[in-house]
């Protein structure tokens, strides 16, 4: 069974400081993707990326950016400069099942990092 | 891109009473739709994968005769929670999984959820 740890239950950091959100999954599967979501007050969940298990290229998206370390497990999510638009709740999530089978798109989901970033 | 539509967003109801919630594929056909439920300042659960023209396929201790799904379209799925208890209150959030095939990079898109309230 799969499972995805994020230890860190909340992060407060002051505006402009990078912050990293942690990520360590379990899986007996050699093929899945994980995910970063963030959930703000409103609730609706917005995606952030989506990696493949085969690519351990770490990724940068502005001032975010994410590493992905196969040998430890770990997916960790680093947000550069922070803003307070970027307090929200983090999540990251695994799907196991490969593209092509049946249950493709289940997720299961970490417990959560609520960040808050004061201004 | 994809979008998915969840309504309602809202609802506060008396205990007892049934209550409807629907998840559409606005742009796509989703064979499969995915019903998770989140407790307040808990993580996403997944409670049942809906299957076009099948049964649901439950999570174990999800209810079946508790939440009635049904997915009679390629484009709508309809989760029912029957005679809701206060117990049942939380944030409901669907989810459509987009074919394998496709060229998008996230394999699944968000309702914006539900927050549903039993008095």
């Known amino acids: 069974a799969q499972k995805v740890t994020q230890a860190q239950t909340e992060i407060s950091v002051v505006e402009k400081e990078d912050v990293t959100l942690d990520c360590v999954y379990e899986?007996?599967?050699?093929?899945?993707?994980l995910f970063w979501y963030k959930q703000p007050p409103s609730g609706e969940l917005v995606f952030l990326i989506r990696?493949?298990?085969?690519?351990?290229q770490n990724e940068i998206s502005g001032r975010y950016s994410w590493n992905f370390q196969k040998s430890t497990s770990s997916f960790n999510f680093t947000i550069t400069a922070s803003q307070v638009v970027d307090s929200a709740v983090y999540f990251c999530?695994?799907?196991?099942?490969?593209?092509?089978?049946?249950?493709?798109?289940?997720?299961?989901f970490g417990q959560g990092t609520i960040l808050t970033v004061h201004p | 891109g994809a979008v998915v539509s969840q309504h309602p967003s809202r609802v506060i109801c008396k205990s007892g009473t049934s209550v409807k919630i629907e998840c559409r594929s606005l742009?796509?056909?989703?064979?499969?739709m995915f019903w998770y439920r989140q407790f307040p300042k808990k993580s996403l659960m997944l409670m049942a994968t809906?299957?076009?023209?099948?049964?649901?396929?439950?999570e174990q201790g999800v209810e079946k005769d508790k939440f009635l799904i049904n997915h009679a379209s390629l484009t709508l799925s309809t989760l029912t929670v029957t005679s809701a208890h206060p117990e049942d209150s939380s944030f409901y959030i669907c989810?459509?999984?987009?074919?394998?095939?496709?060229?998008?990079?996230?394999?699944?898109?968000f309702g914006d959820g539900t927050r549903l309230s039993i008095l």
């Open positions: 999530a695994l799907s196991e099942e490969y593209a092509g089978g049946t249950s493709y798109g289940k997720l299961t």
């Open positions: 989810s459509a999984r987009i074919p394998p095939m496709g060229s998008s990079n996230q394999p699944q898109h």
């Open positions: 899986t007996r599967d050699t093929t899945y993707y």
């Open positions: 809906s299957n076009e023209g099948s049964k649901a396929t439950y």
């Open positions: 742009d796509f056909q989703a064979t499969t």
């Open positions: 990696r493949n298990s085969f690519d351990e």
